[in-house]
């Protein structure tokens, strides 16, 4: 089990957020998978149970409009149209005996499902 750690990072409220944790584990992922050109992309798309879903996925693409923000070595992306869902969204990376993944605290967000994937 890995211990929790309190980060201090401020969020920015215009723009998705990536906790230290959160980009520690995106790093160790791109060198397994021995990848340096990739990014870590965050979308929201039509679905789920609450009406929208968070997609969550390394890319290479460059899309036009993309939002790009440098995290410790870590690139996130937002393509345009999720940008206004997505203002001031935490993602985080937990690690416990119940759970473990990448976990996505959105203040815009006005519900979700019980699973965490879809919001509204």
């Given at each position: 089990m890995t211990e929790q750690v309190e980060t201090t990072q401020q969020t920015l409220p215009d723009?998705?957020?990536l906790t230290d944790v959160a980009a520690q584990k995106?790093?160790?992922l791109l060198q397994q998978e021995g990848r340096d050109d990739l990014a870590l992309r965050i979308s929201?798309?039509?679905g789920g149970c609450s009406g929208l879903r968070y997609q969550l996925f390394f890319d290479e693409r460059t899309l036009d409009g993309d939002v790009t923000h440098d995290y410790d070595g870590v690139s996130v992306v937002v393509d345009r149209m999720s940008v206004p869902y997505?203002?001031?969204?935490?993602i985080d990376f937990v690690d416990t005996i119940e759970k473990q993944g990448f976990t996505i605290d959105n203040p815009n967000a006005t519900g979700s499902c019980a699973c965490g994937d879809s919001f509204h």
């Amino acid at each position: 089990m890995t211990e929790q750690v309190e980060t201090t990072q401020q969020t920015l409220p215009d723009q998705v957020n990536l906790t230290d944790v959160a980009a520690q584990k995106v790093k160790a992922l791109l060198q397994q998978e021995g990848r340096d050109d990739l990014a870590l992309r965050i979308s929201v798309q039509p679905g789920g149970c609450s009406g929208l879903r968070y997609q969550l996925f390394f890319d290479e693409r460059t899309l036009d409009g993309d939002v790009t923000h440098d995290y410790d070595g870590v690139s996130v992306v937002v393509d345009r149209m999720s940008v206004p869902y997505l203002g001031g969204a935490v993602i985080d990376f937990v690690d416990t005996i119940e759970k473990q993944g990448f976990t996505i605290d959105n203040p815009n967000a006005t519900g979700s499902c019980a699973c965490g994937d879809s919001f509204h």
